[in-house]
C-alpha cells in the first residue's frame, strides 16, 4: 500500500526566507509525486507534478528515489505563499489515478 | 477557465436520512473521482469512475455509498443511511486522463446530525 507523510503540520517563515516542506512516501513501484495547494477560501488545486521538472510560483520539488522523498522548496518566501500545502501519490503505470495525500503542512509567511 | 462545481455547498441531514451530493466535472474529462476529508485528518480517496462504471474504490466506500453519472455531465456520490462518522468535506474532482492533473471542486461540507 502507499502512504504519503508530511512530517510537519505547521511551517512558519519570514519573508525573504528560504522554506521547505518536507514530504516522504512508501511505495514499492514507481510513483508519481504531485504537491497541491489550497490558498484561504479556495479549492485544492495543482502547484506541481515531479514529471514536468518545472518551477511554478518559484516553487520547485524534487524526487528522490532513494531517500523516497519529494520536498517543495522555494528560496525566497512570499506572503501570498501562506496556505496549505499537500503531497500525493499516485501509482505509475496502469492505474486509475487514485491519489494519496499526506495530511498536509500550513505554511505560513510572516511580514 | 473550466471549473469543477459542486453543491450543495453544505447539506445538513439527520442520522440515518439519505443524502446526494452532485458535481459537474469539467465537460471533456474522462475520469472522475470522490474524495473525502474530515475535520482535522488528511483527505481519502473514496472511488474512482471511468467509462461508466467504478474503477477503483477504497474500503470507505462500503455498500452504503453509490456513485452515478445520470445524464453524461453530473457525477453524484450517494448515501444510503447516514453515520455520525460521514460527517466530512467532500470534494469531487475530474481528469482528462488517468495521470493528468485532477481539478477539484469546492467541496461539500456535509453535516450528520
Known amino acids: 500500500a502507499q502512504r504519503v507523510t508530511q512530517p510537519e503540520k505547521l511551517l512558519s517563515v519570514f519573508k525573504g526566507a528560504p522554506v521547505e516542506l518536507k514530504c516522504n512516501y512508501s511505495?514499492?513501484?514507481?510513483?508519481?509525486l504531485f504537491w497541491y495547494v489550497q490558498y484561504s477560501r479556495q479549492r485544492l488545486q495543482l502547484l506541481l507534478r515531479?514529471?514536468s521538472r518545472e518551477s511554478i510560483k518559484g516553487f520547485t520539488a524534487d524526487l528522490n528515489k532513494g531517500e523516497t522523498s519529494f520536498h517543495l522548496k522555494k528560496p525566497f518566501a512570499q506572503e501570498e505563499d501562506s496556505a496549505m500545502y499537500y503531497c500525493a501519490l499516485t501509482k505509475g503505470g496502469t492505474s486509475y489515478g487514485k491519489l494519496t495525500f499526506g495530511q498536509g503542512t500550513i505554511l505560513t509567511v510572516h511580514p | 477557465e473550466p471549473e469543477v462545481t459542486q453543491t450543495p455547498s453544505h447539506q445538513v441531514t439527520q442520522m440515518g436520512q439519505e443524502v446526494i451530493l452532485r458535481c459537474v466535472p469539467i465537460?471533456?474529462?474522462?475520469?472522475f473521482y470522490w474524495y473525502r476529508q474530515i475535520l482535522g485528518q488528511k483527505v481519502e480517496f473514496l472511488v474512482s469512475?471511468?467509462?461508466?462504471?467504478?474503477?477503483?474504490k477504497s474500503e470507505i466506500f462500503d455498500d452504503q455509498f453509490s456513485v452515478e453519472r445520470p445524464d453524461g455531465s453530473n457525477f453524484t456520490l450517494k448515501i444510503r443511511s447516514t453515520k455520525l462518522e460521514d460527517s466530512a468535506m467532500y470534494f469531487c474532482a475530474s481528469g482528462q486522463g488517468s495521470h493528468q492533473p485532477q481539478h477539484f471542486g469546492d467541496g461539500t461540507r456535509l453535516s450528520i446530525l
Open positions: 465537460s471533456n474529462h474522462l475520469y
Open positions: 469512475f471511468y467509462n461508466n462504471e467504478i474503477s477503483e
Open positions: 511505495y514499492s513501484g514507481s510513483p508519481e
Open positions: 515531479h514529471i
